[in-house]
């Protein structure tokens, strides 16, 4: 039951992670915070630095609220695969089996998509690697 429950909320929160991450690209605060993976290698940014930031190149809290959400998507990932293989481990079930396998894959992803988003945003925005970033949520 575990297995279910934690599926439901990992997919709730991939939802929110895909549309925030467009909220980010709309309100031009993909480099509000220039470092990754934390924000002026902090949290957050004090409430000046907040405000100038917000006119200069968009709001870093949307910025580092995306971050936060893709690393909750990533534990709830982890929790997803260790809830699948122990269900595997358990009963033998090739339904199992697969959770598993999908939720290797599905960790997979989302590593190689942090990878990525931590590029664009140090590398400040080049074309190629920012559609990659944009193509891998898709996927």
Not at 24 to 51: I, K
Not at 76 to 85: C, E, K, T, V
Request: glycine residues 6%; aromatic residues 14%; proline residues 3%.
């Amino acid at each position: 039951m575990a297995l279910k429950h934690i599926s439901l909320v990992t997919i709730l929160v991939t939802f929110c992670l895909l549309s925030l991450g467009g909220v980010v690209h709309n309100t031009e605060s993909s480099l509000a915070c220039p470092d990754w993976p934390f924000c002026y290698a902090g949290f957050a940014q004090d409430a000046d630095t907040l405000a100038a930031e917000a006119q200069a190149k968009g709001s870093s809290f949307y910025k580092i609220s995306h971050r936060f959400l893709a690393s909750l998507a990533g534990i709830l990932n982890i929790l997803l695969l260790f809830f699948s293989y122990q269900n595997w481990q358990k009963t033998r079930s090739p339904q199992f089996l697969r959770a598993f396998r999908l939720s290797v894959l599905a960790l997979f992803f989302i590593l190689v998509q942090g990878a990525i988003g931590g590029i664009t945003v140090l590398y400040e925005l080049p074309t190629m690697v920012s559609t990659t970033h944009f193509a891998f949520s898709i996927i």
